[in-house]
């Protein structure tokens, strides 16, 4: 058998088991019986339930990614590109913490655990922040003095926003909220006339 497909039956198991179970109640047996692998080989993959985990996570910060930098290229206008970043942006991130009980706790209790798992994504964002500040810049449409800061005080807030909403929880405020952060960095960078 291919490890590499080993490997992606291991998770998308682990994603099911983990999603019914919890972080907590699921153990490597749990993930050996649902991917009808035995532990051991279980264990050639990871050395722990919590690298399982953190694979799974990653993969699925993968997905947000793939999906957001299509959407990205789907729009042309510099603020519904940036409005769709920040609203699917926090939104797929509020939505991971829902679906893996863990996640959620580590925002809540243990953020340096959250941030060395994010790292890929804030990597990324870092990337496509840049890139669209700089256009925007470029044509004048965002009024940005430092590029650089510009795109680390947006992460920030973009970050600090999605950690009050996981610890809030409530749907219709989310909505709301992640509606006025767009309206608030929009109009922050716009060029005045």
Known sequence: ?????????????????????????????????????GRRTIYTHFKTKEEVYEAVVEREIDKILLTLKSKMESYDSIDEKLSQYINYRISSIIQLTKQYDALKEAFVNNYSWVEKIRKKLDEEE????????????????????????????????????????????????????????????????????
């Open 1 to 37: 058998m291919n490890p590499k497909s080993s490997k992606e039956t291991i998770l998308n198991e682990a994603l099911v088991i983990f999603g019914k179970l919890g972080f907590h109640k699921t153990t490597m047996a749990d993930i050996a019986n649902a991917s009808n692998r």
């Open 126 to 193: 870092k990337i496509m922040l840049t890139q669209l500040l700089r256009n925007g810049s470029e044509t004048s449409y965002f009024r940005i003095e430092n590029l650089d800061i510009a795109v680390k005080n947006s992460s920030l807030i973009i970050k600090g926003f999605e950690f009050m909403l996981i610890k809030e929880d409530t749907h219709e405020t989310t909505l709301d909220q992640i509606n006025n952060l767009q309206k608030l960095l929009l109009n922050g960078l716009k060029t005045r006339k």
